[in-house]
């Protein structure tokens, strides 16, 4: 009730004097070829064409009063959006001297505190971030089936910075397998960060906390929780991290142990990376993998970009590639 209440606050204020908004377009497009090479014969792929563009949509503006506000649409996730449900790729914001608000599809605030192993040069499939070792550091957001409204304030004084975050979780069987007996609560997360400047080399720091506390409807309690922490340094060309997440959920063997390193490499036009992560899952599996990619800016926006994946899920072995031109507009 509390954060509705905050929220609800928030947004009022934001109406007061308004002033003239701006809203701008971007997006990228993407072609090339892909493969799948896997154990499983059925999910092998030949070598075939690829091709993806998403355009986003960000309004932004300024009240009088000097309250900024905004909100962004990605059109290659959004859903219905008549149906506040299906509101993915939809993040609203308000912010000002007191921090920042965001309602939406946006990170909890576990995965906001943490940085992702991958670094620098990406791919058009997503390769070197698809392998069965990589985590997103997403936590428990959407955990069981969330409504992809979090509600995240955030707020930032010299180089540290905190938020805390919300998600309502609703009724549904993917935890019970029993479509009479369905589960609901929230997810409450906080985190922190904090960035350290030595002259040329910068370090980051997060760390992030999670807890989801819900029912099934026959009153049988299910609650989870996440913990994670991250570490990067960029010196020079090189940018490399750690990052670990432990997940445990009472009861149930869904959760979790995860370890990931990376490093990344960018001078000039061209970039590489390499990230490998490992899961100590608690129903007694391990899966792996590693990814790698690499860059060769054209200029203009324009990149030529390859991505390889490996990974082993319980025993399975499944590798990736794709290369193609990635056009960011």
């Known amino acids: 009730m509390k954060n509705v209440l905050f929220a609800s606050t928030a947004m009022i204020v934001g109406f007061a004097g308004i002033a003239a908004a701006d809203v701008t377009i971007s997006g990228n497009a993407e072609m090339g070829i892909f493969g799948v090479d896997s154990d499983v014969e059925a999910d092998d792929q030949d070598v075939q064409f690829h091709n993806d563009v998403d355009v986003t949509f960000t309004m932004s503006g300024e009240t009088d009063g000097g309250l900024a506000f905004g909100a962004s649409v990605d059109l290659d996730e959004a859903g219905n959006l008549g149906d506040e449900e299906d509101n993915i790729g939809v993040a609203i914001f308000l912010s000002g001297a007191f921090g920042t608000v965001t ?9 906001w505190a943490l940085t992702e192993v991958n670094f620098n040069s990406g791919s058009i499939r997503d390769d070197e971030t698809e392998h069965a070792g990589f985590n997103g550091n997403g936590g428990l957001d959407g955990f069981g089936l969330g409504d992809n409204q979090v509600l995240r304030y955030d707020y930032t004084v010299g180089d540290f910075a905190f938020a805390v975050s919300a998600e309502q979780l609703q009724e549904n069987d993917t935890l019970s397998g029993d479509v009479n007996n369905q589960i609901s609560g929230e997810t409450l997360g906080i985190g922190f960060r904090y960035a350290v400047d030595l002259g040329g080399s910068q370090i980051n720091l997060g760390l992030g906390y999670q807890d ?28 490399a991290g750690v990052s670990y997440l432990d997940l445990e959920v009472d009861d149930a063997d869904l959760g979790y142990e995860h370890f990931g390193v990376g490093i990344g490499y960018t001078e000039g036009a061209i970039s590489a990376s390499l990230n490998y992560g490992e899961y100590d899952n608690d129903d007694g599996t391990e899966d792996e993998g590693f990814g790698l990619s690499a860059g060769y800016d054209l200029g203009g926006g324009a990149s030529i970009q390859f991505g390889y994946g490996d990974g082993d899920e319980d025993g399975v072995d499944v590798e990736t590639f794709s290369l193609g031109v990635r056009m960011n507009f």
């Open 103 to 111: 309602l939406g599809d946006t990170d909890g605030a576990l995965d």
């Open 212 to 239: 989801h506390s819900g029912e099934l409807s026959d009153g049988t309690d299910v609650d989870a929780d996440a913990i994670g922490v991250s570490a990067n340094a960029t010196f020079g060309a090189i940018t």
